[in-house]
């Protein structure tokens, strides 16, 4: 127990030097697949280490014992003791057997593990879409009503006890989906629609990431899950599902004003405002969000202006240009995005 417990921190220890956010461990689950997962893990765990002490114990054994009447000029053996044979082929033997026996045994479980994974099938409570891109996550919140449906980027809620399901495309390359605290990887494929449930056990937020690479920037394509209680997911969205606020003051109306009018509005969308682009992430509640740039930066005002002048320093070879403006007009567009929470 004490070394589960130490082994199960180490990967969230090192989480904070790395820069991450969130809790990223396949051996701290937090949902019914993750669970199965670390279950089979340990067993692995458990079962090799026993075979490499029992190996070690057996070599150091081999080692030291005493061999009686031995010389390094004695001539070999012609006629070899059949008694000492017969033990030699007993123990290769039953060593065989047992090896085939215990990998037998783990294949057998991981079958039975996988076929557990992915055998749900169904409606979740709740349904996103999942979009892949170089590299960044488009997420779609779907709804019986289309009024309800919004779309927000590198960040997905999920209502804790409640199964979600999830429906993985990709718009470009083959990416692939994992959140190890939750469950097993699933990939999105150039045309071709793949599905994950998710459950969230308890509260937390977790790291997700691509785990299939798909180019320069595969790294620095995260995002953060976040479970919460149902009453706290259902407040947000509501939030989400809203229209961006209206700017108040007149340096967030000039913010507004030099959105629109310039080339944010081509690649960006904000409900309730003509900006409508698709080729970026979806920007009506942008404040709200976490982090910049799939989990490159945590979301601060000082980051969205360093992002906006020089994006591909901070996440070279992404879709977006440089923007140069001058400073009067960035900082109006830095008012008008703070407003977007």
């Known amino acids: 127990g004490v070394w589960r417990g130490v082994l199960s921190a180490v990967p969230a220890l090192l989480l904070p030097v790395a820069g991450c956010t969130g809790v990223q461990s396949a051996l701290d689950p937090a949902g019914k697949g993750a669970e199965a997962i670390g279950g089979i893990w340990w067993l692995f765990f458990w079962v090799c280490t026993a075979v490499y002490v029992l190996v070690m114990l057996t070599l150091i054994w081999a080692m030291l014992r005493r061999r009686g009447g031995y010389t390094p000029f004695s001539a070999p053996e012609v006629h070899p003791n059949q008694g000492t044979e017969g033990r030699i082929r007993r123990v290769v033997g039953v060593a065989t057997a047992v090896t085939v026996a215990i990998l037998l045994a783990l294949t057998l479980v991981t079958?039975?593990?996988?076929?557990?994974?992915?055998?749900?099938?169904?409606?979740?409570?709740?349904?996103i879409e999942l979009i892949g891109h170089q590299w960044w996550w488009e997420v779609r919140y779907q709804a019986a009503q289309p009024s309800d449906t919004f779309i927000t980027a590198d960040e997905i809620h999920l209502p804790v006890g409640e199964t979600v399901k999830i429906t993985l495309r990709s718009d470009?390359?083959?990416?692939?989906?994992?959140?190890?605290?939750?469950?097993?990887?699933?990939?999105?494929?150039?045309?071709?629609?793949?599905?994950?449930?998710?459950?969230?056990?308890?509260?937390?937020?977790?790291?997700?990431?691509?785990?299939?690479?798909?180019?320069?920037?595969?790294?620095?394509?995260?995002l953060d899950v976040v479970a919460e209680p149902k009453d706290a997911f259902e407040s947000w969205l509501d939030k989400q599902r809203k229209s961006a606020k209206?700017?108040?003051?007149?340096?967030?109306?000039?913010?507004?004003?030099?959105?629109?009018?310039?080339?944010?509005?081509?690649?960006h969308a904000i409900t309730g405002t003509p900006a409508g682009g698709v080729v970026g992430p979806n920007l009506t509640h942008l404040a709200s969000r976490m982090s910049l740039g799939a989990g490159r930066l945590p979301n601060t005002r000082g980051n969205r202006a360093g992002w906006i002048a020089d994006p591909q320093t901070q996440k070279p070879g992404n879709l977006m240009p440089p923007i140069v403006l001058p400073p009067d007009d960035l900082q109006a567009l830095l008012s008008y995005l703070d407003t977007l929470d």
Not at 204 to 209: D, H, L, M
Not at 246 to 267: I, L
Request: proline share 6%.
């Open 111 to 127: 079958y039975a593990t996988n076929s557990k994974l992915f055998a749900q099938s169904g409606d979740g409570a709740y349904g």
């Open 172 to 222: 470009d390359v083959i990416h692939s989906f994992w959140v190890p605290n939750l469950h097993g990887k699933k990939d999105l494929i150039p045309g071709q629609l793949n599905t994950l449930y998710l459950t969230a056990d308890r509260p937390g937020r977790f790291r997700g990431q691509c785990a299939e690479f798909c180019g320069a920037q595969h790294a620095h394509m995260a």
């Open 246 to 267: 209206e700017p108040q003051t007149d340096e967030q109306k000039r913010g507004m004003q030099v959105f629109m009018s310039g080339p944010c509005a081509m690649c």
